[in-house]
């Protein structure tokens, strides 16, 4: 009853029922806006992958004043979803649509960088986690788990660098606009994870390895690029690196007090470039990231 009452009496105006807590400084400091505008790099290879993946056509047909004239992205198509992964995949393509215009809004955008989404570069990717060609090739865009397995890549690099980039901003606009973001980063990579856990134990035809070990050799390859220790866990652990160290099962990864990992700048370019060096750009970003920070590093010292 008392509940009731606060929420329904009080004579208080009806605009002060929904006003937001009160906030101190500047909405957005100018190093906020250099750290912000990195994630759209990331942004745009989710936003591409998803889409093509879901609809077969990306930015340039569902809001290309976004791309703000960048090159079209290579090797991305439409992949052979099953229903259900194709409605969860393509909410997520929009979804990164949306964090692309709430980035540019907030602290302004850039062209589209140069984006390498064929399968040629997954292959290599996952040739490189393995240590050896996986014969055929794999191709992410060939069916519901590959695409899963190839999804696996991407939120994930963006949850980490969100945690790792909020003690840096400074303005409370800056601080809202990355806490939205990463909420629902986090969300899509749950969700990866726990469609990729419900299979784990599956062989991915026409390899004799499981799910499980897919996302196992991805982590460990995204954590020897970023060469910065263990901040990155497939879905089985050894038991000291579960929850509270009772688990080998690992749907969600995070720490020994189950928070999240995070990642500098640096690290995560090392990661999509797959140089494992933020100044030599390749893999998803062949000409390297746009904006300032991004660009700092690709400048001759």
Known sequence: MAVVAMAGGGGGRDQDKCAPLPTSGLPIYPFDKDLIQLALNLEFLEAEFYLFGALGRGLDSVAPELAMGGPPPVGARKANLDNITEAIIEEFGYQEVGHLRAIERAVGGFPRPMINLSAELFADA???????????????????????????????????????ANPSIKGHESKRLVAGLLAVEAGQDAVIRSLLYQRKDEMVPPYNITVAEFTIKISELRNRLAMCGVKDEGLIVPMPLGAEGRLTTNILSADKDSLAYSRTPPEVLRIVYGTGNESVPGGFLPQGGNGKIARGFLEPR
Do not use: W
Not at 144 to 156: A, D, E, M, N
């Open 126 to 164: 996952m040739n490189d986690a393995f240590g050896y060609n996986l014969i055929p090739p794999f191709d992410p865009y060939i069916d519901t788990i590959k695409f899963l397995i190839g999804s696996y890549v991407f939120p994930y690099v963006g949850v980490v660098f969100y945690v790792g």
